[in-house]
């Protein structure tokens, strides 16, 4: 998420980051709570979204969250779910709900599936199924009557590793 925001800003984009902590880097913050439910997530993230645009719109809705947990069904798979279920369908399901209420006609809405995702995650069934369900959200947004806003263009990249500090070591 930092090198996201980083990229934006110098190329003078006016980012507004949601994250558990603050970026010193973006123009405004929204902060989540760890422990709250999805729907208190939710239910905050919007109202503080709204809080910091006034009454503007956004051009995108950037969903950069996620994270990686193997493991098979022999052990932690429900562990291994829900934390992979939480760092990456609830907030690309909080993402399409800003998007619903605060991108502009014709905005974009990008969320982070896997392309691993699109075939069988056996060493990995957590994330596999977690970034299965953000494609399938990614489909159904695209969709008509979605409830995005008219002419939104919704895409999902579908990277194999990311690069990040964590997988380059």
Excluded at 22 to 51: C, F, P, R
Aim: charged share 20%; aromatic share 6%.
């Amino acid at each position: 998420g930092n090198a996201c925001v980083q990229h934006f800003k110098k190329n003078n984009w006016w980012v507004l980051s949601i994250d558990m902590a603050a970026n010193e880097t973006a123009d405004a913050n929204v902060l989540v709570e760890k422990d709250a439910t999805w729907v208190d997530q939710e239910t905050a993230v919007l109202s503080q979204v709204g809080s910091a645009l006034s009454d503007s719109k956004v051009d995108a809705v950037i969903c950069v969250a996620g994270g990686w947990a193997g493991g098979n069904a022999a052990k932690d798979l429900a562990k291994n779910s829900d934390l992979m279920w939480r760092q990456s369908v609830w907030t690309s399901a909080i993402s399409a709900a800003i998007g619903a209420n605060y991108l502009k006609p014709g905005g974009v809405l990008s969320l982070t599936g896997a392309k691993p995702a699109l075939d069988a995650t056996p060493g990995m069934i957590g994330y596999g199924l977690a970034k299965a369900a953000v494609h399938q959200l990614t489909k159904s947004l695209a969709a008509k009557d979605s409830g995005l806003p008219d002419d939104s263009l919704v895409v999902a990249i579908l990277p194999v590793t990311l690069d990040t500090p964590m997988n380059r070591k």
